[in-house]
């Protein structure tokens, strides 16, 4: 391969185009090294974003070829074999208005950020000459939130938030609120557990995207779990998603497999269900719901039945 060709979505704050550039292929190197050497050496006019070239600031991330990535991390080398192309397209990251080319606006972004009280609430009656101290076992709670770089990747890749913008917190967000929530020093974590409830916590679609493409390898989807949890704990059981996950439950447990018939009622109530039935009829003629299949105990039950009990016992870590 002699050279390699990168398509990129161009922006000027009016319209909007695709522009190619070719490039000598040099082995090696970084998809960054590719976008610099493209505004040194072919077009000074083209603008993206990026600062410490080594996955700290967060900068420099984009899509290609419709995935996200730091540049300034990823080898064009692994995207060439990955995506079996010598044409690649770049775009800026998804879910975010975009300022200039692949330049995205963090401002209404940091902005949502205050919702889940991104900061330490300390207790009132604590002894500010001790200060905010914190033992290694507590500290290893918060260190995988706190390698957070805000690249926003999570929220460009997340697929909930590109059907709901407004409706959802970005997974980045939620890395806050837990970030803060399971800190031993926060004397609140109600005040940022009940806003990311409030923002759709429960609407996650376990496409997992964030996860599989964070570049810090946080486990947003874990995080997310635990928040949950922690909302039923405080109390906050009259919403779809916990009636939904105690349906669940429930069900599992009594039969070993789910109903799909009294599943939507537990979750949704009676009125939201029957508004549903044009829905549900349109299931029924394609056959993916049986209305008069009433499951019977899986073989092994039992065995189930115990997964629950001992579950039960065990102690959160
Ligand atoms: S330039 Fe800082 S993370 Fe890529």
């Known amino acids: 391969m002699d050279t390699v060709t990168l398509r990129i979505k161009r922006y000027d704050g009016v319209k909007e185009w695709y522009q190619e550039y070719q490039l000598p292929y040099e082995k090696g190197k970084t998809l960054l090294y590719s976008l610099t050497k493209i505004r040194e050496e072919l077009d000074p006019t083209l603008t993206f974003s990026a600062a410490c070239r080594h996955a700290i600031c967060g900068s420099c991330a984009v899509r290609v070829n419709g995935n996200a990535f730091l540049a300034c991390k990823t080898s064009l080398d692994q995207l060439l074999e990955t995506f079996e192309t010598e044409r690649l397209t770049l775009e800026p990251l998804n879910n975010f208005p975009v300022i200039r080319d692949l330049v995205v606006d963090w401002e209404p972004k940091l902005e949502r950020m205050k919702a889940v009280r991104p900061w330490l609430i300390p207790s009132e009656d604590g002894d500010p000459s001790e200060g905010f101290r914190q033992s290694p076992e507590d500290f290893r ?13 999570c929220s460009s890749e997340c697929g909930q938030l590109s059907l709901n913008q407004e409706g959802y917190l970005d997974p980045f967000i939620l890395n806050k609120a837990y970030r803060f929530a399971v800190d031993s020093r926060d004397a609140a974590p109600e005040e940022h557990i009940r806003p990311a409830l409030e923002k759709g916590l429960w609407k996650c679609l376990h496409c997992m995207e964030c996860v599989t493409k964070c570049p810090k390898e946080i486990d947003l989807a874990g995080e997310n779990a635990y928040l949950r949890q922690a909302s039923i704990q405080m109390g906050e059981r009259d919403n779809k998603g916990a009636r939904h996950a105690y349906a669940f439950v429930e069900d599992v447990k009594s039969k070993g497999r789910l109903n799909e ?11 939201s269900t029957m508004n549903r039935i044009p829905f549900a ?23 189930v039945r115990k997964i629950y009990e001992h579950a039960q016992g065990v102690k959160e870590p």
């Open 141 to 153: 709670k918060i260190a995988s939130p706190t390698d957070c770089i805000l690249c926003g990747i």
């Open 261 to 271: 018939v009294t599943l939507p009622m537990k979750t949704e109530g009676f009125v």
């Open 281 to 303: 009829l349109r299931l029924i003629r394609k056959g993916k719901i049986n209305p008069l299949h009433m499951p019977r105990e899986v073989e092994g039950i039992e065995g």
